[in-house]
T-cell receptor
Framework: GAGVSQSPSNKVTEKGKDVELRCDPI?????LYWYRQSLGQGLEFLIY????????KSGLPSDRFSAERTGGSVSTLTIQRTQQEDSAVYLC????????????FGPGTRLTVL | QKEVEQNSGPLSVPEGAIASLNCTYS??????FFWYRQYSGKSPELIMS????GDKEDGRFTAQLNKASQYVSLLIRDSQPSDSATYLC?????????FGQGTELSVKP
């Protein structure tokens, strides 16, 4: 596809369950970012991957959150033992190179933790 | 102090007017700035990037950057109801894009 894709588009889970969110960046983009947006709030940076470098995990809110990027392409964000405060839209973005850093966003995954 | 600050609004302008959106940032070393538009329930869409002091024009949009004042603005000329959205300002800091809280713009017919 031409743009960033994310799956699922919606996820409802019960408190304490683990969830996995997937992001397919734009082909050829070397940088990939995860953000979280709570209702009516701005974007909260979570983690970013640049090529084969170690990811910048400085935005992850707790050790329940982790992410990986396989083969420099697809990324998975995992939230373990979900809590109600994890409910938000999780957005993925990719960028063709780090220098310019123009990021293009996917449609997001709306996570609801009951 | 937040790293990127915007007035939350809502900012209401009549159709055809100029909408002015403002943003300040804390990191004097930041070099790259972006404006995103986000419609309700949708993801952010990049509309402008600016890297140098001065103005950058693209159609009805003009981005302005003043690094000495650590100030970025977005002007929307001939505002249309379809411009009604939340506008997010972002600055590149420490290799990461830091977003403001966004300004809600409402263009009244």
């Amino acid at each position: 596809g031409a743009g960033v894709s994310q799956s699922p588009s919606n996820k409802v889970t019960e408190k304490g369950k683990d969830v996995e969110l997937r992001c397919d960046p734009i082909s050829g983009h070397t940088a990939l970012y995860w953000y979280r947006q709570s209702l009516g709030q701005g974007l909260e940076f979570l983690i970013y991957f640049q090529g084969n470098s170690a990811p910048d995990k400085s935005g992850l809110p707790s050790d329940r959150f982790s992410a990986e990027r396989t083969g420099g392409s697809v990324s998975t964000l995992t939230i373990q033992r979900t809590q109600q405060e994890d409910s938000a839209v999780y957005l993925c973005a990719s960028s063709p190179q780090r220098g310019l850093n123009e990021q293009f966003f996917g449609p997001g995954t709306r996570l609801t933790v009951l | 102090q937040k790293e990127v600050e915007q007035n939350s609004g809502p900012l209401s302008v009549p159709e055809g007017a100029i909408a002015s959106l403002n943003c300040t940032y804390s990191d004097r070393g930041s070099q790259s700035f972006f404006w995103y538009r986000q419609y309700s329930g949708k993801s952010p869409e990049l509309i402008m990037s600016i890297y140098s002091n001065g103005d950058k024009e693209d159609g009805r949009f003009t981005a302005q950057l003043n690094k000495a004042s650590q100030y970025v603005s977005l002007l929307i000329r001939d505002s249309q109801p379809s411009d009604s959205a939340t506008y997010l300002c972002a600055a590149l800091m420490g290799g990461k894009l830091i977003f403001g809280q966004g300004t809600e713009l409402s263009v009244k017919p």
